[in-house]
């Protein structure tokens, strides 16, 4: 299956945008191709708000009156993708210097599992910049 993977990413339409996301850290061939499988054209999502909600990155909001509870993530995600994502956050919070020191001040006032989803979050922005322009990454410097 994976050699049937490697020949499909061939493909000129595909092969530029895999190339484009294998650059950033913790999105390697396997994440590369699920995300492109599961998104296909990252231009049907208007803004950065409308991929997070599509991947399950957005908190679950309840209303009542004047009132807002917030639930933590919503249960309405995308299965494959979703669980993708924080997989690779947890990677890339070791490899991207910038990224680690945001997770670094994030473990100071909250629970190791939800520092992680903002990182899922912040690196989805980053996928999402990196398939838009077909750039490789470039990763952050901490001075």
Known sequence: ???QL?????DE????VISSLI??????????????TEI????RFNSFDHLASFVGLVPSVHSSGETDYTKGLTFRHNKFLRPLIVEAAWTAVKTDQALTFRYKELIKTMPKQKAIIRIAKKLLRRIRHVW????SYVKALVA
């Open 1 to 3: 299956m994976l050699k």
């Open 13 to 16: 339409n595909i092969s530029s």
């Open 132 to 135: 838009i322009n077909q750039d």
């Open 6 to 10: 490697r020949e499909e990413s061939k």
């Open 40 to 43: 296909i054209d990252i231009n």
């Open 23 to 36: 650059s950033i850290p913790g999105v390697a061939f396997i994440t590369a191709m699920s995300l492109y």
